[in-house]
Nanobody, 118 residues
Framework: QVQLVESGGGLVQAGGSLRLSCVFY????????MNWFRQAPGKEREFVAA????????YYADSVKGRFTISRDNAKNTVYLQMNSLKPEDTAVYFC???????????WGQGTQVTVSS
């Protein structure tokens, strides 16, 4: 079984930074693409970024390119999302998800709230 636990959300002013973490609990972490999604109030969940465990290729939504960086630490079974130059429109609940594909979630974390004030 797979369990994902996110942390690192909070309240930050526009232009600030936050780093989200997602710890993967399970035996087959090497088989998964790790994704970050977000969902703002009244909006559908949207893809933010992904990293492939095998080749470390990264993928980003256009809205966060150049501001967010996804990375992973294999030794700690952890995926990070470094978020810089945050904007009020980045306000959302951020979810970590493990899957066999980019932009898809087969296993989900509980989510962590990110609020960016203007």
């Amino acid at each position: 079984q797979v369990q994902l636990v996110e942390s690192g959300g909070g309240l930050v002013q526009a232009g600030g930074s936050l780093r989200l973490s997602c710890v993967f609990y399970g035996r087959t972490f090497g088989s998964y693409v790790m994704n970050w999604f977000r969902q703002a109030p009244g909006k559908e969940r949207e893809f933010v970024a992904a990293v492939n465990w095998r080749d470390s290729n990264t993928y980003y939504a256009d809205s966060v390119k150049g501001r967010f960086t996804i990375s992973r630490d294999n030794a700690k079974n952890t995926v990070y999302l470094q978020m810089n130059s945050l904007k009020p429109e980045d306000t959302a609940v951020y979810f970590c998800a493990a899957s066999i594909a980019v932009g898809r979630g087969d296993y989900w974390g509980q989510g962590t709230q990110v609020t960016v004030s203007s």
